[in-house]
Every structure is written in structure tokens, then in C-alpha cells.
């Protein structure tokens, strides 16, 4: 299979086979789930094996011409394969988690079809260079979450999605206004061609809403906690995998590798980080629901990775790439173990748990090493990237920067440390429950001892990272 076979496969494989997931389920329910699970397995080797190519210094382009320099391009590079392989990763993951969890639920097959039309939308973005493609792709992902977040269908539940879909679409046509200005002013919409080209602030701002927005960061990030209404494999997908790192990704490509603004730009978007990482640390601190906890939280780490993207140089930007690597994977697996509470013990209120660490040994055992990445606790694999994040951030020269996220990491071991601590600790406050089905298991369980390995193996994507921000060129900003 030729390298533009397994770009197209990537990308085209999940939007394609989630228009078959509803003729796949007359076979059988079972049929259906593993073909859904397939598709997500496929998608993750087809950007797997694209890796040796562009680590070989390939990069790799399918193009269909449009006309207005509209064209349908797809390039494979480091950083989209990277991206990439992240997402499809922990959606196969959620895939295979959904089989045990999704098990007793209604509209299931709308919910594979959804969850790999997401997945291949993201692949679309990830993969596509020209802004206009991007922004299509990034309103498939709207429609997606929207029909996940209201699955249930209580009034509640569509209120909700209602909200997440108003939001991000908002911040989508912001961006799309920005889009519009670059093409009139620099006559395209290619970032291969737009590489070093200078924007004016206002069409930066423009696409920032739009990021902001996906994303879930301060002043658009209210949207975000009330999602949990959701499946939490849902959650897991819109946190960890796929939605709220579009907006990261999205900086990265823009605004790290392709287009440069003017100094004040980068300086406005680490204060917005820094403000979003404090406020909603503190708003996790309080919170007594689960599920918005730790939305909460995710919310808060993207002010981390934010602070790597915009503080203009190398160590800060790979330690942001290695984090956005790390949190997916730990916070993929806080909340599928969400998911294995919410089951099991039904009420959300994390003040009417606790002493579940002697009746569910291994999902206590996964909490404590997930969330032990995500406050960066040696050696765990988020330890290394907020390392060098703090590192390149201080390179910077911004002391007050560094103090408000230096306070949002203390309140990050906090918020966590309370969590386990009332759900996993203490005494019992009702029946103890035993743990989930094994595909729930195995999935938590997984997530977990890669949270472990990545600190164990952390050479492998520091030295990918740092090929990836040679090659691409990080523009200092």
C-alpha cells in the first residue's frame, strides 16, 4: 500500500464506514459493534504506518483541485500523523469500552455511527492544509457532538447539546471570518503557501474564538461541563480524544507552524490560559459532581498546553505536544472510570461515595495512576511534558505567567488528591460494588499502564517531538 493510500485510507475509511455503521447493525448488534471498533483500529494503523515516512523526512500530499484555490488537500507531515495517532488511539480505546458500557442503552447504532463520523472528522482536520476543508471537517465534529451530548433525549439532555452546539458553531463562523480575510487579503487558503506570512491581529483574534470555543476555554467554556450529561464514553471523546483537541491542534498548525502575528497576539493568549487554568481549577476544587469535575479539569490542563503553543520556543511547544499526548491518554481513562462509577453506584455526587478501593482494587488503581499524570507526579508520563512546558515558559520571561499556572498546578493535585480521597477512600456510604464488565476494565486498565509507560518510555516521543519541531519550524511569536 503506497503512502497516499494510507493518508486517504485515514481519513476517508471512518467518514465512509460510519455511513455503514446503520446497514451493518440488520446483521447483528454484535456484528455491528466490532465493525465500528474495526474502523477504529484501521484508522489508528493507517496513520501508524505513515510515521517511519515522515519521521524518513516524507511528507506526504493527496490533492483534488477545486476551483478558487479551493483545493481538497490532504499532507501527512509529522505533526498531523502525531495528532493523529492520538486521536484515532484513544477513540479505538473508547470503542472498545463502549461494548461493555453502551451494552443496555438504546439508539446504539446512531451512537457508533456518530462516535466514527466524529473520529473521521477529526482525521479531516487533522490531515487537511487548506483552512477552507478544515473548516468543514470542524463542523462535522459540531453536528457530532451536538447528537452525542443530547443522547439520552431528556429535555435536560437536549438543552445541553443545544448549548454545546450553539457555542462552538458561534466560535466556528468567528473563525471562519478570520479565514475570509486571509484569503482576501493573501489570495488563498493553503497553509503550505500561507508558511511565514504575516496576518493582521484581527483575523488572528477571529480564528483564536473559533479555538477558544472548540476548545472550551475562557470566555466560552461553560459549554464543556455541562456535556457530562452525556455517556461518559462520550465525555471521554469530547475531553480526552477528539473535540476540545481540535482547538489545540488547530493553534499548533496555524499559528506554531504555518502563519505568524504580531508579539501581542501570544502574550493575550497566555493570559486567557492562565485566567482558564485557575478559575476552573478552582471550580473542580468545590465541585461535588464527578463528571463535571472533571470537565473541570480538562478545561484547566488546556491552559497548560495553550501556555507550551504560545510561549515562542521549542522546549515549551514539544513539552505542550508530549502533554497533549499525556493528557489524552490520562484523562481518556478518568473518565471512562467515571463511567464504571456512574454504573455501579448510580448517584454522581462523589460526597455519597468513598471506600470503593476494597471492592474495585483495579479501577482505583487506574484513578490514582491516571490522575497521578495529570498532576505531574514523577514518573508518570504528564510529569515530563508540564516539565518542560514550565521550562520553555520560563525562557519566556514572564514571571506572572509562570505564578498563575504554578497556582493552577497546586490546585491540580488538590482537586484530584480530594476526588480519590472521597470516592476510593474512607469509609463506605452504601452496599459496596464490584467492578465493571472486562471490556470496561481492560480499556481503564490500559489507559492507565500507558500513563505508567509513557514516563518509562519518554525518549520515544521527546525524540519524535523534537524531529517534529525541527522539521515544521516553530515560529517564536
Not at 197 to 212: K, M, R, V, Y
Not at 273 to 278: E, K, M, N, V, W
Request: proline residues 4%.
Amino acid at each position: 500500500m503506497t503512502q497516499v493510500c494510507l493518508l486517504k485510507t485515514a481519513v476517508f475509511l471512518p467518514l465512509l464506514g460510519a455511513l455503514l455503521i446503520p446497514f451493518i447493525s440488520k446483521i447483528s448488534v454484535q456484528t455491528r459493534n466490532l465493525f465500528a471498533l474495526t474502523l477504529g483500529i484501521l484508522t489508528f494503523t493507517a496513520s501508524l504506518m505513515l510515521m517511519p515516512h515522515v519521521l524518513g523526512g516524507m511528507t506526504i500530499t493527496y490533492n483534488i483541485p477545486f476551483p478558487l484555490g479551493f483545493n481538497f488537500t490532504l499532507t501527512a507531515d509529522m505533526l498531523s500523523v502525531f495528532m493523529a495517532l492520538i486521536s484515532s488511539f484513544v477513540s479505538s480505546i473508547i470503542l472498545f469500552y463502549s461494548i461493555g458500557y453502551m451494552a443496555h442503552y438504546e439508539n446504539q447504532t446512531e451512537y457508533y455511527a456518530m462516535v466514527v463520523l466524529f473520529l473521521g472528522s477529526m482525521m479531516g482536520i487533522v490531515y487537511s492544509t487548506n483552512l477552507i476543508w478544515m473548516y468543514v471537517f470542524w463542523e462535522i465534529t459540531a453536528v457530532c457532538s451536538w447528537r452525542l451530548v443530547g443522547f439520552f433525549r431528556a429535555e435536560n439532555d437536549i438543552l445541553k447539546a443545544n448549548k454545546t452546539i450553539l457555542v462552538t458553531v458561534f466560535g466556528a463562523l468567528c473563525m471562519l471570518l478570520g479565514f475570509v480575510m486571509i484569503y482576501s487579503g493573501k489570495g488563498t487558503l493553503d497553509l503550505s503557501i500561507l508558511r511565514g506570512e504575516t496576518i493582521s491581529l484581527l483575523a488572528a483574534f477571529l480564528i483564536l474564538a473559533g479555538i477558544l470555543a472548540k476548545s472550551s476555554t475562557l470566555p466560552f467554556s461553560t459549554w464543556l461541563p455541562d456535556a457530562g450529561v452525556a455517556p461518559s464514553t462520550v465525555t471521554a471523546l469530547l475531553h480526552a480524544a477528539v473535540l476540545v483537541k481540535i482547538g489545540v491542534y488547530a493553534y499548533a498548525r496555524i499559528f506554531g507552524t504555518s502563519v505568524t502575528v504580531e508579539p501581542v497576539f501570544a502574550q493575550t493568549v497566555l493570559i486567557i490560559a492562565g485566567l482558564s487554568a485557575i478559575i476552573s481549577a478552582g471550580a473542580a476544587l468545590v465541585e461535588t459532581n464527578i463528571k463535571r469535575l472533571i470537565a473541570y479539569s480538562t478545561i484547566s490542563q488546556l491552559g497548560f498546553i495553550f501556555l507550551g503553543l504560545a510561549s515562542g520556543n521549542n522546549v515549551a511547544f514539544i513539552g505542550a505536544l508530549i502533554y497533549i499526548l499525556t493528557h489524552s491518554v490520562a484523562k481518556g481513562g478518568l473518565f471512562l472510570i467515571a463511567g464504571i462509577l456512574e454504573q455501579k453506584t448510580h448517584p454522581k455526587d462523589i460526597t455519597k461515595r468513598g471506600g470503593l478501593l476494597k471492592t474495585m482494587p483495579i479501577t482505583a488503581i487506574s484513578f490514582i495512576l491516571c490522575a497521578l499524570s495529570i498532576m505531574a507526579i514523577p514518573p508518570l508520563g504528564g510529569f515530563f511534558g508540564k516539565f518542560l512546558v514550565f521550562a520553555g515558559a520560563i525562557q519566556n520571561g514572564n514571571p506572572w505567567i509562570i505564578a498563575m499556572f504554578m497556582f493552577a498546578a497546586i490546585l491540580t493535585v488538590l482537586y484530584l488528591l480530594r476526588l480519590f480521597y472521597l470516592v476510593f477512600l474512607g469509609e463506605a456510604k452504601e452496599h459496596p460494588p464490584k467492578e465493571g464488565s472486562p471490556t470496561m476494565l481492560i480499556s481503564v486498565a490500559m489507559l492507565a499502564l500507558i500513563s505508567l509507560l509513557l514516563g518509562a518510555l519518554i525518549y520515544y516521543p521527546m525524540f519524535y517531538t523534537e524531529a517534529l519541531s525541527l522539521k515544521l519550524g516553530v515560529f517564536l511569536q
